[in-house]
């Protein structure tokens, strides 16, 4: 589709597991984001990747978190020996270069359950 | 530090009644001002955007949102609510005087349209 896909969809993992999210962002935007939605908790920012920029890292909550970009398209966000407080769901967002539209597409989302 | 504040977890309105769902900013420089909804187990979906220009702004839906420079409000309405307006709203700020890129998410609001 023409649309921001991520997979899986939902994903159960047991505490200490690695686990990996995969985003693939609408072709041609330049931009693509990584946000984390907690219950009560609204929509906390991750990491954003720019086009060959280095990424803004600032949001990722502990070194036990990174995520890359490869060729500037596709996007994998990994979360090393989880923890019970990573379950939340996991957006993915991109755009064309913020200064031209502002709007971020969104993608449905990774829903991590860690036991 | 950039942030908005939605102080309002969840508001109640009647079918057919006009809308108000509240948002404050705090910005450095001159805000960006979005809306996104979210409706149950999808991704957000783009509303509006203040850029500049006519502090009112329409957007999808039959949505509207004014943006108050004194008051740094930006606050999303709708002149006669429908029950499919029920979802999660939630407003962002992007600080164009700062020196990062990321958009900033409110806690979001739980907007329930009753029949």
Aim: glycine letters at 10%.
């Amino acid at each position: 589709g023409a649309g921001v896909s991520q997979s899986p969809s939902n994903k159960v993992t047991e505490k200490g597991k690695d686990v990996e999210l995969r985003c693939d962002p609408i072709s041609g935007h330049t931009a693509l984001y990584w946000y984390r939605q907690s219950l009560g908790q609204g929509l906390e920012f991750l990491i954003y990747f720019q086009g060959n920029s280095a990424p803004d890292k600032s949001g990722l909550p502990s070194d036990r978190f990174s995520a890359e970009r490869t060729g500037g398209s596709v996007s994998t966000l990994t979360i090393q020996r989880t923890q019970q407080e990573d379950s939340a769901v996991y957006l993915c967002a991109s755009s064309f270069f913020f200064a031209n539209t502002g709007e971020l597409f969104f993608g449905e989302g990774s829903r991590l359950t860690v036991l | 530090a950039q942030s908005v504040a939605q102080p309002e977890d969840q508001v109640n309105v009647a079918e057919g009644n006009p809308l108000t769902v509240k948002c404050t900013y705090s910005v450095s420089g001159n805000p960006y001002l979005f809306w996104y909804v979210q409706y149950p187990n999808r991704g957000l979906q783009f509303l509006l955007k203040y850029i500049t220009g006519d502090n009112l702004v329409k957007g999808s839906y039959g949505f509207e949102a004014e943006f108050n420079k004194s008051q740094t409000s930006f606050h999303l309405k709708k002149p006669s609510a429908l029950v499919s307006d029920s979802a999660l709203y939630f407003c962002a700020v992007r600080d164009m005087g700062g020196a990062t890129n990321k958009l900033i998410f409110g806690t979001g609001t739980l907007l329930a349209v009753q029949p």
